[in-house]
């Protein structure tokens, strides 16, 4: 049975900060729910392998399922202590990669190559690439074989301009996804702030902030049943 690869991020405090950051939970805890639901298994990967810090604040938004999953001896190995190294990973393997977000994925996906080549792999294999929140952030580079942008001329979502600043970090991250998103030629969507959203333009399906998790899970196991992988 082939796999959906999770991708988290290894960094613990905002840059030149004492503030700490890390992964929103439920970005990867509904997402994986749904996905359990509908009988598909995930592995967890980050950029460095191993420890996965958590957003503190996200720990505030959670759900009984949300909980049961955190609380698993298989999620606290496998994402939080054990997260697999890119290297570790057999493209071939795995029906999609999704991007969970978390401010921190901001400093350590956008530049990681090896990333970017799973999830070219995985995409030109007919796979689907996901993600939510500043996950896009790990999609805004990736460039297909003719050198072009992979979001270039497709429709997506992300963490928003305006969200950034309602969050009170629109001067502490690097760049802002929307506008990098839409330099790299990306068709960038929104609805309000904080409200589930999201798209799907054929292999490539988005969320737009930490509620839209489900959102992108429902998604892709739609898509992945349509496929008939």
């Not at 950029?47 to 999953?69: C, E, H, Q």
């Not at 609805?191 to 292999?203: C, E, I, M, N, T």
Request: glycine letters at 10%; aromatic letters at 10%.
């Amino acid at each position: 049975m082939k796999k959906v690869l999770v991708v988290l991020t290894n960094v613990t405090r905002y840059a030149n900060t004492n503030d700490a950051t890390g992964l929103w939970l439920g970005e990867a805890t509904e997402f994986v729910d749904e996905l359990t639901q509908a009988g598909l298994a995930v592995d967890y990967v980050s950029p460095k392998g191993g420890f996965v810090p958590l957003d503190p604040r996200s720990m505030s938004y959670t759900d009984a399922n949300s909980l049961a999953i955190y609380e698993s001896a298989t999620f606290q190995r496998k994402a939080l202590t054990q997260s697999l190294r890119p290297d570790q990973i057999v493209p071939t393997d795995y029906q999609a990669i999704y991007y969970t977000g978390g401010h921190g994925v901001m400093w350590d996906f956008p530049h990681n190559q090896a990333l970017q080549d799973l999830t070219r792999q995985i995409y030109d294999q007919g796979g689907f690439v996901a993600s939510v929140c500043h996950g896009i952030a790990g999609l805004l580079n990736v460039r297909d074989d003719q050198g072009n942008y992979l979001i270039a001329g497709k429709t997506v979502t992300g963490f928003t301009q305006a969200e950034e600043i309602l969050a009170g970090k629109r001067r502490v991250v690097p760049f802002l996804n929307q506008k990098v998103a839409e330099a790299h030629g990306a068709t960038f969507r929104k609805k309000r702030a904080y409200k589930s959203f999201a798209v799907r333009d054929h292999q490539l399906i988005t969320g737009q902030n930490p509620f839209s998790a489900r959102a992108v899970g429902k998604l892709l196991v739609q898509g992945i049943n349509e496929s008939g992988h």
